[in-house]
């Protein structure tokens, strides 16, 4: 049997950079490693659509993918879209006088003859159903690598961090959709109520008109608050596994990639109901709380007045999310459904 060929239309790298990037990147390497041919481009022609069993548009928005969706109509080429958060009810009110009328004159027609819309947890899912057929709309999670593990010691030591405190890290594209600011706010009064030396860690950077009025509000509060920039792929790594708890206050979440990250090095979690971490964390170290200061101050007061866990904990935790989210086990889940697709073509 030929592999299955598998072409993948993204945006452009700028709007990639996170989440995107790192669970397109995961995706492509898992399914090459169950034997399907992925191709991934930001824009493509005809020949090269032709030669696709199935092409996958990832995200919304974008004016050429609009165009190749309807070159794939005319072509008789089955096509799938994962929007990836961008029509959940958040991001969707988020200058809602543009995104509506282009969403119905440019965008709904085309994900109309989708042969699957693809959310990552069933949450998104229910919000696409709204909009779509509700046969049509699947759900299948974001995977991760099964490496890297738990390494909290060495992970402090090689940062810097005093063992006697604790360490709050924030650590996604710094935007007003995140809740950044709410935390900010939040922080000094968590500090005084823990009673415990603490400091908070943003990692990520974003527009300068969201982030410096943060920055010059976290340094007069008082409180500890480091601002560390961009750290993607490989450098994040030792910023989540050092963290006592890693907090995303986020108002809006497909999937949160960062949250099961963060899960995947023994980091306990406390975010929000904008993420679907409260159906899909069942049994892990997730506490779930409203975007707002005074629940946010309460969360972070309890987690940083928990004992910390130990090693065997941070252990199961990692054993847990890579049994249920590791991609050698959730690409064969989109083998699957890229090969449905694929058969059912005229």
């Not at 999670?141 to 099964?146: Q, R």
Request: aromatic share 8%; proline share 8%.
């Amino acid at each position: 049997m030929n592999p299955l060929r598998i072409l993948f239309v993204e945006p452009p790298a700028a709007r990639r950079v996170g989440g995107v990037e790192t669970a397109l990147a995961g995706l492509a390497g898992a399914l090459r490693l169950v034997g399907a041919e992925v191709i991934r481009a930001e824009t493509t022609g005809a020949a090269e659509l032709d030669a696709a069993d199935v092409v996958h548009f990832h995200g919304l928005w974008e004016r050429a993918h609009s165009a190749l969706r309807a070159l794939c109509i005319a072509r008789g080429r089955p096509f799938i879209v994962s929007p990836h958060g961008m029509l959940e009810p958040w991001a969707l009110a988020h200058k809602r006088w543009k995104k509506l009328p282009y969403f119905h004159l440019r965008e709904r027609p085309g994900l109309k003859r989708a042969a699957a819309i693809l959310a990552t947890s069933e949450a998104e899912a229910r919000n696409l159903r709204r909009w779509f057929a509700p046969e049509r709309v699947r759900a299948i999670p974001l995977g991760l690598p099964e490496t890297p593990g738990p390494d909290y010691a060495a992970a402090r030591a090689r940062l810097g961090w005093p063992p006697e405190e604790r360490v709050v890290v924030f650590l996604s594209r710094l935007h007003a959709k995140k809740g950044l600011h709410v935390l900010i706010e939040a922080w000094p009064a968590v500090v005084a109520r823990a009673g415990v030396p603490a400091r908070l860690v943003i990692v990520g950077d974003g527009e300068a008109d969201y982030v410096e009025p943060l920055r010059r509000a976290s340094a007069a509060s008082g409180a500890r608050v480091d601002w560390i920039g961009a750290q993607w792929g490989e450098a994040k790594w030792p910023w989540l596994r050092g963290a006592d708890v890693f907090c995303l206050p986020t108002f809006s979440e497909n999937f949160g990639l960062v949250v099961p990250e963060a899960l995947l090095v023994g980091t306990p979690v406390v975010t929000t109901p904008g993420t679907p971490w409260g159906e899909l964390g069942a049994g892990l170290p997730v506490a779930i709380t409203e975007p707002t200061v005074t629940a946010l101050t309460e969360a972070l007061t309890a987690a940083l007045r928990s004992p910390r866990p130990d090693e065997a904990t941070r252990l199961q935790t990692h054993a847990t999310v890579t049994a249920r989210f590791g991609w050698s086990r959730l690409a064969n889940d989109y083998l699957a459904l890229y090969r449905s697709i694929s058969s059912s073509r005229p």
